[in-house]
């Protein structure tokens, strides 16, 4: 190819970035210009007796206390389980840990945090279990 050809493949080049920027800017006022303002209004400025109340929204206000003792529920097995269990679960599921960096800092195997996950798992489903059908 010979310099000529080169030159204006780099001049076409940029005359086409320049036009798709052309291009764009005018399709960007041309929205902004066209588009509809709409009014707004916060909620907290409406009356009460306007709001709409959906018997799913009550229902989810129901589920909140129920959650909340299951909450609490779990908080109570979690407090019945053996230190080094808790100390496992939350390494787990809260830090969201590795098996084997918590084996590392327990100085044991990964193979005993597994192990120990299962057992401290079971017994939390165990008892809640046992608390869920005495209700």
């Not at 018997?55 to 003792?69: K, P």
């Not at 840990?97 to 299962?118: F, G, M, T, W």
């Amino acid at each position: 190819m010979d310099h000529q050809q080169e030159y204006d493949d780099v001049l076409r080049a940029r005359f086409t970035k320049w036009l798709d920027t052309v291009i764009y800017r005018a399709k960007l006022k041309y929205l902004r210009k066209t588009e509809t303002k709409l009014d707004t209004v916060s909620l907290e400025e409406l009356p009460e007796r306007i709001l709409p109340v959906y018997e799913d929204d009550l229902r989810q206000i129901d589920s909140m206390d129920a959650f909340a003792f299951e909450e609490e529920r779990l908080a109570d097995a979690f407090a019945n389980l053996p230190i080094k269990r808790q100390r496992i679960l939350t390494m787990l599921f809260v830090e969201e840990r590795k098996p084997e960096e918590i084996a590392k800092e327990l100085n044991c195997s990964p193979q005993h945090v597994y192990d120990q996950r299962y057992h401290a798992l079971k017994k939390l489903r165990t008892e809640l279990m046992e608390e869920g059908d005495g209700r």
